[in-house]
């Protein structure tokens, strides 16, 4: 207890327009208004924020890419369809 009336104020303006009297957490922010989350520290962190965050794939770089391809290869296709009947009409089919 000692610890946390020694600790610095937050001071930030309240709603009662008072300055917040809260004390530093350990990490020396307010647990109120110590701001946004600074996000993953470690590799490991990371690894899990990432996993935690997927939701199906369809938009991850590898899907996206191979829609990409799937879709190019279909227009190639309709449009050698396209060219060949062209051809076999010329060709009197
Ligand atoms: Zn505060």
Known sequence: MDKAHAAPR????????????????ANGR???HGGASTG??????????????????RRSARYVALK???KQ?????????KLSEQMLRNAGW
Do not use: F
């Not at 001071?11 to 008072?18: I, M, N, Q, Y």
């Not at 490991?44 to 996993?51: H, P, T, V, Y």
């Open 40 to 57: 993953p520290r470690t590799a490991e962190g990371l690894a899990r924020s990432k996993r935690a965050a997927w939701k199906h794939g």
């Open 73 to 81: 290869a279909a227009r190639d296709l309709r449009e050698t369809t």
């Open 10 to 25: 937050c001071c930030a303006r309240t709603r009662s327009g008072l300055s917040c009297q809260s004390p530093a957490m």
């Open 68 to 70: 990409r391809l799937v």
């Open 30 to 32: 307010c647990r109120m």
